[in-house]
């Protein structure tokens, strides 16, 4: 079963625009990863998040965890037509477990 | 370096059949993981190996099974196929244990089974 659930299920924006996406999660985790994948293509790592960072970043993109509320947000800041894919967030219980992927986001950035 | 590459890229089967699929981490990993996606259910954990050992096994029947070599390559089989296995089976490989790295991911095998 899904551990992180990411909110929106899909995102349209223009070319230029901030995009931002969500993931909950149930309970404690070791980390988090951030994902992109293409036209079901395989996935490419954007960003590890480990329990006791609060907020990462990476060129444009940038990844907070709130552990408190057991959530993460993803901000891709000036989104290109080449930033139109689907991004999943997977949690880690712990250092010894599998990665439990949500059913991600599908950003669509309109030229 | 060369990435995680994933052969066949596409493939039919029949129901009843069995299938194998590789997976050719990249040079120096050493945990080869293994994803099952569809669109109902996503992207699924079937299992890890490292160092030639299953670590961890997903939800998924005996039906499916793995194993790794000594080079770190991996192979999954599916013995009597059904229809539902039809998805995309992704592998991935870390330095590390899944879980404390981040993962490379091959372009997947595309299995369709009719």
């Known amino acids: 079963s899904q551990q992180g659930e990411e909110d929106p299920q899909a995102l349209s924006i223009q070319e230029g ?8 999660y149930k309970t404690s985790i070791n980390n988090l990863q951030w994902y992109r994948q293409n ?9 590890l998040i480990r329990s006791n960072e609060r907020e990462k970043h990476s060129g444009r993109l940038r990844v907070t965890l709130d552990t408190s509320k057991k959530s993460s947000s993803l901000l891709i800041t000036a989104s290109r037509a080449a930033d139109t894919a689907s ?7 712990s250092g010894n477990t599998p990665l439990v992927f949500g059913k991600g986001t599908r950003l669509s950035v309109i030229a | 370096k060369a990435g995680v590459t994933q052969t066949p890229r596409y493939l039919i089967k029949t129901r009843g059949q069995q299938v194998t699929l590789s997976c050719s981490p990249i040079s120096g990993h050493r945990s ?6 569809t669109p109902g259910q996503g992207l699924q954990f079937l299992f890890e190996y490292f160092s030639e050992t299953q670590r961890n096994k997903g939800n998924f029947p005996g039906r499916f099974s793995g194993r790794q070599f ?3 390559r991996s192979e999954m089989n599916v013995s009597t196929l059904e229809l539902g296995d039809s998805a ?11 879980g404390q790295d981040e993962q490379y991911f091959g ?3 595309r299995l369709t089974v009719t």
């Open chain 1, 17 to 24: 625009e901030n995009a931002t996406m969500n993931c909950s």
């Open chain 1, 39 to 47: 036209s079901g293509r395989g996935l490419v790592h954007l960003i």
């Open chain 1, 87 to 93: 991004y999943f967030c997977a949690t880690v219980y």
């Open chain 2, 32 to 37: 080869v993981s293994w994803y099952q996606q």
């Open chain 2, 70 to 72: 000594s080079n770190s």
């Open chain 2, 88 to 98: 995309l089976y992704l592998c991935a490989s870390s330095l590390a244990r899944a």
């Open chain 2, 107 to 109: 372009p997947g095998t």
